[in-house]
């Protein structure tokens, strides 16, 4: 076969749908068909324009909400989707059966690199030999290989689907981020790190209530994510009726770049394709999608076809130089957020949110060049307050500081 994919999670069915839409022989190979997909995932309308995906969602938004303090509530102006699982699935693997997608099922456990590109062993031994290997496992990753150190810093989150005597989110449709925290109890309970609800209205008395740590290391533990949300839903007066798809969700925020010389081809997560300030990755990886098939059906397609070459445009299509930049100035700003007490991480969002929206837009969704981040950054710099400029410039005195000149300097 052409492409064999690994790992039928979003990004696995992503990038085989348009592989195959490419006019490749792919095979998707993963313990299972299909395989589950636990987590709720939400994205900006905007994000996914044009990629037949418009319709893959079970709630739509125009009126998100951010609380960054008990009197400062940002009303964005900004279409906001809940992406509809099955949905989006659906769509999905009717593009694969529509063009020839094989699908595998086995551990894949092994590789070995030969003349005809890459041999995939799984645990029994079965063989699956293909010019490009694509893996998209997820955030630990089974062949992609990446630069030294670990992720240290994670985002963390626990919520669930309810059923509720009332409306627990204060008549709002969407929360995007509530940090407001009179919730709290006082003393030794009262952990001093900053966490936002995140909420959404899914209609006839249903609501998804989650407790997020943006970003913190090491991972806030899911034990006091859980109580700060019961603690939250309590204060509110708001009885939960019936609970229904618990979510435990951990995302590392800075995993190590793969090694962008690599025969074998990330893709999503493993990929490290995750927004270190935000966490989200779903719409830039639907996005790349398209892209990627294309570059890698242009590279096999070409008479005695490299499949060092292919890996190599693949690599250089998810990870351009500007990409690469960027993502140094979005690991500046994340490692600002993890050193900003937790009144600072409030007055840090209400200024964000008072930015153009196509600052705070661009700068969410991972669309900005770098100079454009910089632009962002420097105009949230001059109208922070001083308290939370000193810790900024604190930030920008180390390590990370220095790697953001870097990278402006190119």
């Known amino acids: 076969m052409d492409v064999l994919v690994v790992g039928a999670g979003p990004a696995g069915m992503a990038a085989s749908a348009a592989l195959a839409r490419a006019g490749l022989d792919v095979g998707c190979l993963a313990p299972s068909h299909p395989s589950p997909w636990p987590n709720n995932y939400g994205l900006w309308e905007d994000e996914i324009a044009g990629l037949g995906l418009a319709d893959c969602y079970d709630r739509r938004w125009d009126n998100p909400v951010a609380y960054t303090s008990k009197t400062h509530a940002h009303h964005l102006d900004r279409v906001y989707l809940r992406l509809d699982n099955q949905k989006l699935r659906a769509r999905l ?38 010019a490009l290997l694509i893996d998209a496992t997820g955030h630990r990753p089974k062949f992609v290989e990446r630069e030294q150190g670990g992720a240290n810093a994670s985002q963390a989150a626990y919520g669930f689907v309810g059923d509720f005597d009332g409306d627990p989110i204060g008549g709002d449709d969407l929360v995007l981020m509530d940090f407001r925290e009179d919730f709290l109890d006082a003393g030794p309970r009262r952990s001093p790190e900053a966490t936002f609800l995140y909420a959404m209205n899914l209609g006839d008395g249903r609501y998804f209530v989650e407790e ?33 798809d618990v979510e435990r969700c951990l995302i590392p925020m800075n995993s190590p770049m793969p090694l962008l010389d690599q025969q074998v081809v990330g893709f999503g ?5 995750v927004h270190p300030a935000t966490g989200y990755q779903m719409a830039r990886m639907l996005r790349t999608a398209p892209e990627l098939a294309g ?10 076809a490299d499949p060092k070459d292919a890996a190599q445009s693949a690599w250089r299509t998810i990870w351009p130089e500007d990409q690469v930049r960027a993502r140094k100035l979005w690991m500046f700003g994340l490692e600002c957020l993890l050193r900003l007490e937790p009144a600072q991480t409030r007055r840090f969002f209400e200024v964000f949110f008072s930015l153009p929206g196509e600052y705070w837009k661009g700068y969410m969704s991972g669309t900005l060049a770098p100079a454009e981040i910089a632009r962002v950054m420097w105009s949230l710099f001059r109208v922070a307050p001083m308290s939370l400029r000193m810790s900024l410039t604190k930030t920008a005195m180390g390590r990370e500081g220095w790697e953001m000149i870097r990278a402006l300097a190119g």
């Open 295 to 304: 570059v890698i059906a242009e590279q096999l397609g070409k008479l005695g």
């Open 93 to 130: 693997t009717e593009w694969c059966d529509a063009h020839g997608v094989r699908w595998l099922e086995g551990f894949a456990a092994s590789t070995r690199v030969n003349k005809r590109g890459i041999t995939v062993l799984d645990r029994h031994g079965q063989e699956y030999t293909a």
């Open 212 to 244: 997020t740590s943006l970003v913190h290391r090491p991972a806030m533990t899911f034990d006091v994510l859980e109580e700060r949300l019961a603690q939250r839903l309590r204060a509110r007066g708001v009885p939960v009726v019936g609970v229904e």
């Open 269 to 273: 997560a493993a990929a490290s394709m």
